[in-house]
Nanobody, 122 residues
Framework: VQLQASGGGLVQAGGSLRLSCTAS????????MGWFRQAPGKEREFISS???????NYRDSVKGRFTISRDNAKKTVYLQMNSLKPEDTAVYYC?????????????????WGQGTQVTVSS
């Protein structure tokens, strides 16, 4: 599986962006998907996940602002980010997991995209 993330950019605080992650292969619907981010000088952290069955999960700091969704026909997972803050600035990565367990843990993912930069100015 190859993952291609896109949609990052520069936005002012309070603005919105929608990230997309498109997968190759024929079994996208069976994968659980996640978004992670890594800010300069920090560890990569979990943002959100959506299981193959559509169950979603978010880190507390993005709840109510970010929404994850998936379109299996398009083999794409989305991350709608609203009310962006400067602390959301990071490289955002999408990932795919064969087994949909403990999706907040990076090591449970099998495939990773290349990352897309999100910069939020104050």
């Amino acid at each position: 599986v190859q993952l291609q993330a896109s949609g990052g950019g520069l936005v002012q605080a309070g603005g919105s962006l929608r990230l997309s992650c498109t997968a190759s292969g024929r079994t996208f619907s069976s994968y659980s998907m996640g978004w992670f981010r890594q800010a300069p000088g920090k560890e990569r952290e979990f943002i959100s996940s959506i299981s193959w069955g559509g169950v979603t999960n978010y880190r507390d700091s993005v709840k109510g602002r970010f929404t994850i969704s998936r379109d299996n026909a398009k083999k794409t997972v989305y991350l709608q980010m609203n009310s962006l803050k400067p602390e959301d600035t990071a490289v955002y990565y999408c990932a795919a997991a064969i087994f949909g367990r403990l999706l907040s843990i990076q090591n449970n993912y099998d495939y990773w995209g290349q990352g897309t930069q999100v910069t939020v100015s104050s």
